[in-house]
């Protein structure tokens, strides 16, 4: 339930509010999550007047603002088929048009095709600080931590764009979230992140090394406990080892560009 809204028009602005010891105050973006029945009772800090929205080439990087939809995502020019592919099977039509990059990051779901995707990336964040500008955070450093930095406001995602990016997955039907899914991003250097995501809390980094090698055992490694209402673990580890292979083979059949 929400009890204050408001709308700053500054960075410094929302970070004082969103460091209010009360009420709870969390960010909104696209609000597919906040208000849902029987959530906790808190104020909102609408990001819109930001100036948050815009997508920008810098250097070897895509930067993504924290307001960027995901439908803007899926279709610009800039967005490459592995993490299209992970958009498309992160939600509906109607709530891509309304979801963000960064909200997706902040859910931290461990079912999400695209936080997978953005793990495997190595997506870095953007978060201001009242006092000390605006640091670059890691994606896979945050995540662990995310609930012990309250009031923390993520304005932008990088994402890099000399990474090549594959992303497959097996579910119950075309428009279900994964059993197992496995997102593959490999550098020109054989540079190799691999992430599986389908169960938890959220998706696990199974592999990060220089070349690819072993990417069957990291994954089926990676789902080892990975037994719930949904599969058992046994499965995941079979299906996730396939699926790692096919990702892999896009890619060194000269698949998609990770970002771009």
Known sequence: MILEYHRPTTIKEALQLLNRSTPLTRPLAGGTLLNRPGSEAIAVVDLQALGLDTVELRGNSLRVGAM??????????????????????????????????????????????????????????????????????????????????????????????????????????????????????????????????????????????????????????ASSEASDAWASSEYRQAAAAILARRALEDIQAGGDQGSR
């Open 68 to 221: 960027v939809r995901l439908q803007t995502l899926l279709e610009g020019a800039e967005s490459g088929e592995g993490l299209k592919e992970a958009i498309r099977h992160e939600a509906a039509l109607n709530l891509r048009q309304a979801a963000t990059l960064a909200g997706t990051a902040a859910a931290a779901d461990g079912r999400s095709p695209l936080l997978a995707a953005l793990l495997a990336l190595d997506a870095g964040l953007e978060i201001p600080h009242a006092e000390a500008g605006t640091s670059r955070v890691d994606l896979g450093d945050w995540l662990p931590v995310r609930g012990a930095r309250r009031g923390e406001l993520i304005t932008a995602v990088e994402l890099p764009l000399k990474a090549r990016l594959s992303y497959h997955y097996v579910a119950r039907t075309p428009e279900d979230l994964p059993i197992v899914g496995v997102a593959v991003a490999q550098w020109s250097s054989g540079r190799t992140r691999t992430v599986v995501c389908g169960w938890g809390k959220l998706p696990c980094l199974a592999l990060d090394g220089p070349e690819a090698g072993g990417i069957e055992a990291a994954v089926s490694s």
